[in-house]
């Protein structure tokens, strides 16, 4: 494919999102208008255009931890089954308009119970509003399908709830699970029974790992928890001698990073999020084109579109001034991310040659 790339272009693309936190995608003012309704006072401004501002200086700070801290502000909008609806359609609607056709979008229940909602009520209602954005992008002639991930948060002890969650409405929406936050010192062993109930439930999960901490985190959810899918994965370069080098023969992959990539273990990598916090120097130096050259099973992805002020369409955008990456390219990480998703294979497979292939060929 050597058809000329603008924004436009690609924003037409068929895009597949594995790794999307639904309280890190809030519409600015929906975070305003939620406020009051969900009895939330501490916002930084009400201001819509500044609070947009607001999000991504204050997660532009080189360091996961402070990056988190401001999901403080979004969660705390997101505790009534009203607003977990809106914020879902939004969601589906916001990513349909950006050219997703498919999307696993996470989110942890239990941050979203400190009011009158429990477990089960913030599922159902997150289900609810992505079945309800899903109507609304059909209704603009724009087709989704959403799923989503339950997360457990990493440095609590809820995870085999929220396991056994993942597992009770996975025929009503829910793909699979994810534990998430900071990496350093919650090592995803201190969770290993949740992971061995959901491999004997024949569920699909995946492992925020390598984002915040090193090879030990990709190690222990690899081979301690069976991870189908690494969140983020960014710090395997560190198992990758010569990653350095632009001559081909001089790179050298360690025992862990062959194993990554000879068992094609997919990659949510979110570049935008990984510079962010840290994880990588620039877009230019991201690992992402080092390994899509030696074929690891990259996919591309936004994190938090809020806090990083992005998109798919805008990964893509970077990806293309950063690699010189064209529509192949871009064809090539999508099929990725859908080979990769947990939905049935047959459906995977109408996605891609229904919809993401025919959808590539037709690009202007």
Not at 2 to 15: F, G, I, N, Q
Not at 41 to 46: A, G, Q, V, Y
Not at 54 to 68: I, K
Request: aromatic share 8%.
């Amino acid at each position: 494919m050597t058809k000329s790339l603008t924004t436009d272009v690609l924003r037409m693309a068929p895009k597949v999102l594995l790794h999307d936190h639904l309280d890190g995608g809030l519409r600015p003012a929906t975070v305003v208008d939620l406020a009051p309704e969900n009895d939330y006072r501490d916002l930084p401004t009400t201001d819509v255009a500044e609070l947009g501002r607001w999000f991504v200086d204050a997660a532009s700070s080189g360091s996961l931890e402070d990056y988190l801290e401001t999901f403080a502000h979004t969660v705390g909008v997101m505790q009534t089954r009203e607003a977990l609806v809106r914020v879902a359609a939004e969601c589906a609607q916001d990513l349909a308009d950006d050219g997703v056709v498919y999307a696993e979008v996470r989110y942890a229940p239990e941050l979203h119970v400190q009011g009158d909602l429990s477990l089960e009520d913030a599922v159902r209602a997150v289900n609810e509003g992505f079945r309800e954005g899903e109507r609304r992008a059909r209704e603009a002639g724009r087709s989704i399908r959403v799923g989503a991930l339950l997360t457990a948060m990493r440095h609590a002890a809820r995870s085999m709830e929220i396991a056994e969650l993942a597992v009770r409405y996975r025929d009503e929406g829910v793909v699979g699970f994810d534990i998430a936050g900071a990496e350093a010192g919650h090592p995803p062993t201190r969770h290993l029974d949740a992971f061995e109930y959901l491999q004997r439930e024949n569920a699909h999960f995946t492992i925020h790992a390598g984002e915040g901490f090193g090879l030990p985190s990709i190690w222990q959810a690899l081979q301690w928890c069976g991870a189908d899918r690494l969140g983020h994965g960014v710090r395997i370069i560190d198992d990758i001698d010569g990653a350095d080098s632009d001559a081909p023969d001089a790179v050298r992959l360690g025992r862990l990073a062959a194993y990554v990539r000879d068992k094609r273990i997919p990659l949510e990598m979110c570049p935008t999020s990984n510079v962010m916090t840290g994880a990588a120097k620039s877009i230019a130096e991201h690992p992402i084109g080092l390994l899509r050259r030696l074929h690891f099973r990259v996919t591309v992805n936004t994190d938090n579109r809020l806090m990083s002020g992005t998109s798919m369409t805008r990964e893509f955008d970077q990806l293309a001034d950063a690699f010189g990456y064209g529509l192949a390219d871009f064809q090539w990480f999508t099929v990725n991310a859908m080979k990769s998703a947990f939905i049935p294979f047959d459906e995977r497979l109408a996605l891609i040659n229904e919809v993401i292939k025919p959808g590539y060929a037709m690009l202007p």
